[in-house]
C-alpha cells in the first residue's frame, strides 16, 4: 500500500452520522480524524468528494493514442474546457446517464487539486500550487459533443465528474498509471508520462488565463479505451496508489 511510503498522506473528506468532517486514511482503513465527528474505519463513513471545487477545467485530447481514436488531430496547445461544480460525485454515488443520447462514455483521468489561489504560476513552480491528486471520470455525452462542436452540454450534467476516492499527496505523479474498468474488465490503460502536455505545461496554461481557487481541479486528459457507461454497469477508475473510484450507473428519473 501506497500510504506506507514516506511522504505520502491520504486525505478523507467523509459523512458520518449525518456530520461531515476529514480524516487521514492509515493502512488497513483506519482513519485519523483532523476534524469533524470521531470515527476509526473508513467502512464506517460515506465518502464525499475529496474536494470542493469552484470550478473544474477538464484538458481535451492530451494522449496521442486517444486522439487517434477520436480521429482529431492532437492539439498544438493544451485545449481546455470547463466542467461545472454541481457535476462532482464521490466514489460511490451513482452517475445519472440522461436519456435521448446515443453514446454517453466513461473517461478515466488523473486530477490534480489546488492548494491555494493561483495565477500565472510558471511551470518551474506548478507543482508547489498541488494539494494533492485522486482519480476522476470526465463522464461525456458522446453525440453533444459532436453535435455542439463545444463540451458544455455534453460534459456539464450533473454526476458527470465523480472524483475521489480520497485525496493523496507526497508522491511522484510522472509515474502513475490509469486504469479503467467496467463491471471488472480493463478498458483503459495509461501512463501520466505518456501525455502531450505534462502537468506543469498544464498548470501554467490554466493559470495564464483564470485564476485557481484552493481546492479547484484540473482534470489532465484521458488515455485510449473510452467507452459506453451503460445503465445498471459499475465504472471504476484505479491510479496506482490513489485507489479506486467506483461509480455504479444509473438511468436518468423524471
Ligand atoms: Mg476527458
Not at 118 to 123: G, P, Q, V
Not at 134 to 146: E, F, G, K, P, S
Not at 198 to 214: D, G, H, N, S, Y
Request: proline letters at 8%; hydrophobic letters at 40%.
Amino acid at each position: 500500500m501506497n500510504a506506507g511510503q514516506p511522504g505520502v498522506e491520504r486525505l478523507v473528506r467523509y459523512r458520518f452520522r449525518g456530520q461531515t468532517g476529514r480524516a487521514r486514511l492509515h493502512e488497513d482503513g483506519v482513519l485519523e480524524p483532523l476534524d469533524g465527528p470521531p470515527v476509526r474505519r473508513l467502512d464506517e463513513v460515506e465518502l464525499l468528494p475529496p474536494s470542493e471545487p469552484s470550478k473544474i477545467v477538464g484538458v481535451g485530447l492530451n494522449y496521442h493514442a486517444h486522439a487517434r481514436e477520436m480521429g482529431k488531430a492532437v492539439p498544438e496547445e493544451p485545449l481546455l474546457f470547463l466542467k461545472p461544480s454541481t457535476a462532482v460525485i464521490a466514489s460511490g454515488q451513482p452517475i445519472v446517464r440522461p436519456a435521448g443520447f446515443e453514446r454517453v462514455d466513461y473517461e478515466g483521468e488523473l486530477a490534480l487539486v489546488f492548494s491555494r489561489r493561483a495565477r500565472h504560476i510558471s511551470e518551474a513552480e506548478a507543482f508547489s500550487v498541488v494539494a494533492g491528486y485522486c482519480c476522476c471520470n470526465d463522464v461525456t455525452v458522446r453525440d453533444l459533443q459532436q453535435r455542439d462542436g463545444q463540451y458544455t452540454r455534453a460534459k456539464g450534467f450533473d454526476t458527470f465528474a465523480p472524483l475521489g476516492p480520497w485525496l493523496v499527496s507526497g508522491l511522484n505523479p510522472d509515474v502513475l498509471r490509469i486504469t479503467t474498468r467496467v463491471d471488472g474488465t480493463v478498458r483503459q490503460q495509461g501512463a501520466v508520462a505518456d501525455m502531450i502536455f505534462p502537468l506543469p505545461r498544464l498548470i501554467a496554461t490554466v493559470t495564464r488565463v483564470m485564476t485557481m481557487l484552493p481546492g479547484d481541479v484540473l482534470t489532465t486528459g484521458t488515455p485510449p479505451g473510452v467507452g459506453q457507461a451503460q445503465v445498471g454497469s459499475v465504472i471504476e477508475v484505479e491510479i496506482d496508489g490513489l485507489g479506486v473510484l467506483r461509480n455504479p450507473v444509473v438511468a436518468e428519473q423524471r
